[in-house]
């Protein structure tokens, strides 16, 4: 078992920045790919980003890519998304999840992921 906490969300403006961060506890932090994804109201949840478990890959989602950064330190059991330039279309709850993935092309998924966050909201205000 794996459980993650997420932290850093809030309400901040458009044109701003957040940091969250997620923090695991339970079997090895460091065997699992890590992921965020996001749900806004009425829609459903869409992958953001994710990063191999030595934190030498990342992926990202078109809408994001060159504003968000994930990141993960193995050594605190911790994996980051820093948002910048943050748009009223980044409100939503962002979760964090973490999965044995076997390719690649699983980590846009969320149905790969083994375990979640309860999520953290971002509000981008105008």
């Known amino acids: 078992q794996v459980q993650l906490v997420e932290s850093g969300g809030g309400l901040v403006q458009a044109g701003g920045s957040l940091r969250l961060s997620c923090s695991a506890s339970?079997?090895?932090?460091?065997?699992?790919?890590m992921g965020w994804f996001r749900q806004a109201p009425g829609k459903a949840r869409e992958f953001v980003a994710a990063i191999n478990w030595s934190g030498g890959s990342t992926w990202y989602a078109d809408s994001v890519k060159g504003r968000f950064t994930i990141s993960r330190d193995n050594t605190k059991n911790t994996v980051y998304l820093r948002m910048n330039s943050l748009k009223i279309g980044d409100t939503a709850v962002y979760y964090c999840?973490?999965?044995?993935?076997?390719?690649?092309?699983?980590?846009?998924?969320?149905?790969?992921?083994?375990?979640w966050g309860q999520g953290t909201q971002v509000t981008v205000s105008s």
């Open positions: 339970g079997r090895a932090f460091s065997n699992y790919a």
């Open positions: 999840a973490a999965g044995g993935l076997a390719s690649e092309q699983e980590v846009f998924e969320d149905y790969n992921y083994d375990y």
